[in-house]
C-alpha cells in the first residue's frame, strides 16, 4: 500500500478543516430517511427534481434523511437549486472526482477481473457491474457538496458571496433505470453477516444504497469488500479521506450562493422541524461518511479495470 503523497495531505490545515472537522457523532443520530415510495405531494415533487438536477436514479440516502424535516430540506434545495443547474456545480463535481480517483490508486487496489471470470462472470456481467459502479461514482459528488454546504450553514458559517452561476451548456452523464436493491431479508445468513460487518468496519447503523445495489451480484461484491475492508484501518485510507473532506470544504467555499441562503435562513428553517442540535448532528454524520463512501467506489471501480 503505498503512502499518500504530500499534495493529498496538505489540505488538512485549510481554514474550512479547522473550522469543519471531520468526526463520527458520538453518540450517532438517529436517522429517518424518507424513502422514496414514501415521499408524495411536494415532497415527492422535490425528490423528482432533485434526481432530475443531479442527474441520477436515485435518491442519496443523505437526502432522504434530511428530508424528514420537510421545512430545512425545502428551504435548503430552493436556495441552492440555481447552482446545481450550473456549470461551476458540474465542474466541482468532475474536480471532486478525478481527486478521489487519483487517490484511491494509493491504495494499490488489486483487479479482480481474472478471478471473477474465472468463477464464470462473464464479460457482460462485469460491464454491467462498471455502469453500475460508474452511477455511484458520478451520483456521489453532488451528494457529498450537498451534505459540506448543509453542515457548513447549520454550524453557522456563511457561503459565498458570489450570486452569479453559468447556465451548464452541457449535461451530466444520462441517469440509469431504478436500482435494484439486495436488502438483508433478501438474502441467507452470509449474506446479513456480511451487512453486519460492512456496518461494523464503517461504525455505521445502515448499509448505503451502493452497496446493496452492488451486493445484488452476491459472489462479485462478497471479493470486492473483502479486498476493500483491510485497507480501511490504515494511515493512508484515514488521510486520503480527511483530504476529500477538505477538498469538498474547498469547493463549496468557492462555488456561488446565487440565492444568498444564509445560516440564520437554514436554521430557522430547521427549527421548525426539530432540534438545531438535532439537524446539525444528521449533517455533521453525513458529511462524515461520505468521503469514506467515495473512496469505497473509488476502489470498487479500480478493482474492475482490466489486469
Not at 456563511?158 to 451548464?168: H, M
Not at 436554521?267 to 448532528?281: F, K, M, R, Y
Request: glycine share 4%; net charge neutral.
Amino acid at each position: 500500500m503505498k503512502t499518500p503523497s504530500n499534495d493529498m495531505t496538505t489540505r488538512g490545515s485549510t481554514r474550512a478543516a479547522a473550522m469543519l472537522p471531520r468526526r463520527l457523532p458520538d453518540p450517532l443520530p438517529t436517522i429517518h430517511p424518507v424513502a422514496e415510495r414514501e415521499a408524495d405531494g411536494p415532497l415527492r415533487a422535490t425528490y423528482e427534481d432533485t434526481k432530475r438536477i443531479l442527474q441520477v436514479p436515485w435518491m442519496g440516502v443523505v437526502t432522504m434523511a434530511l428530508a424528514h424535516y420537510p421545512r430545512f430540506y425545502a428551504a435548503l434545495w430552493q436556495g441552492l437549486r440555481p447552482l446545481y443547474e450550473s456549470r461551476q456545480f458540474i465542474e466541482a463535481c468532475q474536480r471532486l472526482r478525478a481527486r478521489v480517483e487519483h487517490h484511491a490508486s494509493h491504495l494499490a487496489p488489486g483487479s479482480l477481473v481474472a478471478d471473477l471470470l474465472e468463477e464464470g462472470y462473464s464479460h457482460r456481467e462485469l460491464e454491467e457491474i462498471r455502469r453500475l459502479i460508474e452511477v455511484f461514482s458520478h451520483g456521489n459528488m453532488p451528494y457529498l457538496l450537498i451534505a459540506s454546504q448543509a453542515r457548513t450553514l447549520m454550524e453557522g458559517l456563511p457561503l459565498s458571496t458570489a450570486t452569479e452561476v453559468t447556465p451548464a451548456s452541457t449535461a451530466p452523464p444520462a441517469k440509469a433505470g431504478s436500482l435494484i436493491l439486495m436488502e438483508p431479508h433478501h438474502g441467507n445468513s452470509e449474506h446479513k453477516a456480511l451487512y453486519r460487518q460492512i456496518r461494523t468496519t464503517l461504525g455505521l447503523p445502515f448499509v448505503n444504497t451502493d452497496y446493496r445495489a452492488l451486493a445484488r451480484w452476491p459472489g462479485y461484491f462478497t471479493r470486492a469488500w473483502h479486498d476493500l475492508a483491510p485497507r480501511i484501518d490504515s494511515e493512508s485510507y484515514r488521510a486520503i479521506t480527511q483530504d476529500i473532506h477538505v477538498t469538498a470544504l474547498d469547493l463549496v467555499a468557492e462555488l456561488p450562493n446565487p440565492n444568498q441562503l444564509l445560516p440564520q435562513q437554514l436554521t430557522a428553517a430547521a427549527v421548525q422541524d426539530a432540534s438545531h442540535e438535532e439537524v446539525l448532528e444528521v449533517t455533521r454524520l453525513f458529511q462524515y461518511l461520505l468521503p469514506g463512501l467515495v473512496t469505497n467506489i473509488a476502489v470498487f471501480r479500480a478493482q474492475l479495470m482490466s489486469s
